[in-house]
C-alpha cells in the first residue's frame, strides 16, 4: 500500500474491535521505593484497549532468556545476600511478573522464557568497569551509603566473554540478557550487541559480530520495582522504533505522531513517550491530574486512523499510576498482522527482535 493512501485512510473499522477501559480504583503499589516489598508491589494488568480480531493477531513468538543475577553474599553481614540486608526485593518475583506485564502489554504477542540463569555469590563477579574498577563488598556498601556513582560504564565485551553472551546467542540457546543487579553498576538500561547493533538506550557494543545476531542486554534494578522495570523497557522500544521510522520525515512518521503531548504540541496530543504522558508538563510526570485534548483512542483503531478521536485525557486514564501508565502507553503501540512500506503494523516486532530492525 501507498504510504500517502495508507495516512489517509479514516472511518473505517476493524471489524470485531470496540474501545474498551478499565477504570476501577486499585491501591497503588511503592514503585521507586528502595524498601519495598515485591508482597506490597501491585500487579493489577488492566485490560487497556481492545483485543486484536484474531484475523489480525501476528503470530506470537517465544524469546530465550540468560538471566544474571548479581546477588553476592556478603561475609561481613552475616553472609546474607545483598537484597535480604537492604529488604530488596527478590530478583526472581520480579523477572517472573515482568515477563507477564510485557506478555500482557504486547496482546500475548511476547513470551520471554528463562533458558539459563546464573546467580553471582560474591563481587568477584560483579560487572567490571572500562577503568578496570571492580566492586567488593565494603566498596559496594559505602558507594549505596553515600550515593556515589561508578567513575566510569560497565566493560560491556568483558561482561559479554564473562557470561559467554556471544556463543551463546549464536548457538540460539539464548536471545537476550536481563541482568538483575542494583544501582551503581555502571551499566545503561538497554544496551544492544551483535552485527548492525544500533542503538537502543544506550550505544551499541561495536566489535560484537562473531555473535551472529543482534541482542539485546537489559539492566533491571531489584532495589526498585516492577514500574522502572517496564520503565527500562520502554526506553527500549524508544530506541529501537526511533530507529525504524528515522527513514520517514515528520510528516509521514507516524512513531514521532505517536509520542506527541500536549507541552510540546498544544491541543495536538496523542499518547506521549516514556517520560511525558501526554498531559505531562515534566519527566516522570505520571501523576498529572491536568486535563488535555488527546486522540490516543485513535491508536487503538490502528492502522486505521482518522486523525481525529480527540476527548479529554488525564492521570485518571491509567489511575494516578505510574506503572498503569506505562501498561496503558504500551497497550497503544500497534500490534497486528501486516506491514506498509516494509514497516510492520506490529511495532512490537522490532522491540522484541533487533534483528528485525
Known sequence: MDRRKFLKLAGAAIPGLAATRALARMPQGLAGSGASSHLAQDTWRPNYGPSPAPSLRPEPVTRRLLVVVNNPRLPGQGNVRLNSHFRWNDPDWLVANHIQDLRHASFGYVNYVVADRVVNDDFSRWPILHNGFRHNEHSYLEAVRTRTEPSSMVNYHAYMADHRIAERVSSGQIDEVWDLGVGYTGMFEAVMAGPGASNSNGPPVGGTDHAGRRLVIMAYNFSRSLEEMLHSYGHRAEGHLNTVHSRFGDQDNLWRRFTRFDLIHPGQAEVGNIHFPPNGVQDYDYH??????????????????????????????????????????????????????????????????????
Open 288 to 357: 498529572n491530574a491536568r486535563v488535555v485534548q488527546g486522540n490516543s483512542d485513535d491508536w487503538y483503531h490502528f492502522p486505521f486512523l482518522t486523525g481525529n478521536r480527540f476527548r479529554p485525557i488525564s492521570n485518571s486514564e491509567w489511575n494516578n499510576n505510574g506503572r498503569l501508565y506505562l501498561l496503558w502507553w504500551m497497550r497503544h503501540l500497534p500490534h497486528v498482522a501486516g506491514e506498509c512500506d516494509g514497516v510492520a503494523l506490529n511495532w512490537w516486532r522490532y522491540i522484541v527482535d533487533p534483528n528485525t530492525i
